[in-house]
C-alpha cells in the first residue's frame, strides 16, 4: 500500500458510530503534505480548503480536499516557528509564530499564501506569544504568556491592520510560573461575539481565563487538570458554546500518562468537573468539538495518540496510536484535518453531517 494513502482506521468506532449517527468507516487518511518540518498549526474551511503551518516559515494549502497540499516558505520568515493559522476561506489567513521578543510575530495574506503581510512584531523582550483566536474576518486576539506578573493580550478590530496591547487592570495576576502552552494553536478560543478563553499551565493550578468582553476584564478559575510542575497543566481548549466547554493537556513529558488530563463545565468556565474515568489514553495537546454530527462529538490529540467521546466528553475512547500535535475541523461540516511531526497532515474522513435539523424544524 502507497505509504502516503495510509489509513488508520479508528479503533471501536464503527459499530459506536454507527448507533450515534457517526457514518461508519471514519478513519485517518494519511496525506502528502509537501513538506517534512514539524507542523503544529491546523485550519479547516470546508471540506476542500485547509491551511497548515509550522517550523522554518513552512505554510500549507489545500484547494482540493487534500488531494495536494502546495507548501512554501512565508518570505523573511523562513528562521520562524508558525504555531497557529486561523484561516477564513481559500484567499485569506493569519498565522502567529512564537518566540521570545521579535520572533513571535503575526503575518496575513489575502491572496491565497502568495504574499504575506506582517501585522505585528512583538517589541516586549519578556513576552512570548502562544496563540491566538478570531470571532470573524475583522476581530482577533493573540495571548503571550506573563511578564511583570499579568498575561499579554493583544486584539485587533480592523482585521490586522493594526494590534493593541489591552490593559491589564482587568486582569487577574499570574500564579508564579504559571503559563500558556504553544502546543497547538488551541490554549485560547472564542465563542459568539465577545467571549473569550483561555487555559494555563506550569503553576500550583492549572487555570481557564475568561472574558464576555473581548479582552477588556477577565475572571480566572481553578481546574482539577494535572498541575503543580513546568511541563503540566491544560494544553487545549474548546467551547460549543458559551456555556459548554471541555479542556485537555497533562504531562507533555509523560506521554501517555492519563491522570488528570480531561475536565468539562456547563457553567462557562466557572467551575470543572474532572473526567477520572475512560478519559483520553495520555497527555493531549488539543481537543475540539466535531460540527455537523448527530451525537455532540468531540475529538483529542497528542503524541501518543487520539481519542474520540460522543457524549460532551463525559467519557472518552480511543481513537489509535498515530499522533498528532493538532487538528481542526470545518464549522458545520465534519471535514477535518491534523498535523503533527516530519510533515504529517491527515484527514478525518467518514463522519455524516446532521440533517435532522432543517429550515423549519424544531
Not at 487545549?236 to 459548554?244: G, T
Request: with cysteine; charged share 20%; hydrophobic share 40%.
Amino acid at each position: 500500500m502507497n505509504s502516503i494513502k495510509r489509513v488508520f482506521v479508528l479503533s471501536g468506532l464503527l459499530l459506536t458510530c454507527a448507533l450515534c449517527g457517526v457514518e461508519a468507516g471514519a478513519q485517518w487518511t494519511i496525506q502528502q503534505s509537501g513538506t517534512t518540518v514539524r507542523l503544529r498549526g491546523v485550519s479547516a474551511v470546508n471540506r476542500n480548503v485547509a491551511w497548515a503551518s509550522g517550523d522554518k516559515g513552512i505554510v500549507a494549502r489545500t484547494m482540493d480536499g487534500g488531494a495536494t497540499w502546495s507548501a512554501s516558505v512565508v518570505a523573511g520568515a523562513s528562521e520562524l516557528d508558525f504555531r497557529d493559522i486561523d484561516a477564513f476561506d481559500a484567499d485569506t489567513a493569519y498565522t502567529l509564530a512564537i518566540g521570545p521578543g521579535e520572533k513571535s510575530r503575526i503575518y496575513k495574506t489575502t491572496d491565497g499564501g502568495k504574499q504575506w503581510a506582517l501585522q505585528f512584531t512583538n517589541n516586549i523582550a519578556a513576552a512570548f506569544f502562544d496563540a491566538m483566536a478570531f470571532w470573524d474576518k475583522r476581530h482577533g486576539i493573540a495571548l503571550s504568556d506573563p511578564v511583570d506578573g499579568h498575561f499579554v493580550i493583544i486584539s485587533t478590530d480592523d482585521a490586522g491592520a493594526t494590534w493593541k496591547q489591552m490593559s491589564t487592570d482587568g486582569m487577574p495576576p499570574a500564579l508564579k510560573g504559571e503559563g500558556a502552552f504553544a502546543a497547538s494553536g488551541t490554549c485560547i478560543t472564542v465563542s459568539g461575539k465577545r467571549d473569550v478563553w483561555f487555559a494555563t499551565g506550569g503553576g500550583e493550578h492549572a487555570r481557564v481565563f475568561h472574558s464576555q468582553d473581548r479582552g477588556r476584564t477577565w475572571t480566572a478559575s481553578d481546574t482539577p487538570i494535572l498541575s503543580g510542575r513546568p511541563p503540566t497543566g491544560i494544553f487545549s481548549i474548546a467551547f460549543k458554546d458559551r456555556r459548554n466547554g471541555v479542556i485537555v493537556g497533562g504531562d507533555y513529558e509523560r506521554e501517555r500518562d492519563a491522570t488528570r488530563n480531561v475536565a468539562v463545565t456547563k457553567d462557562g468556565g466557572q467551575t470543572w468537573q474532572l473526567i477520572d474515568k475512560a478519559q483520553p489514553q495520555g497527555y493531549r495537546s488539543c481537543v475540539l468539538f466535531v460540527p455537523g454530527t448527530h451525537a455532540p462529538t468531540l475529538v483529542a490529540v497528542g503524541p501518543s495518540g487520539a481519542d474520540y467521546s460522543l457524549d460532551d466528553g463525559r467519557t472518552w475512547t480511543a481513537l489509535g496510536q498515530q499522533g498528532f500535535h493538532s487538528a481542526s475541523f470545518a464549522a458545520a461540516t465534519s471535514a477535518g484535518w491534523a498535523v503533527g511531526e516530519k510533515g504529517l497532515i491527515a484527514k478525518f474522513t467518514g463522519a455524516a453531517p446532521d440533517t435532522s435539523r432543517r429550515a423549519g424544524s424544531k
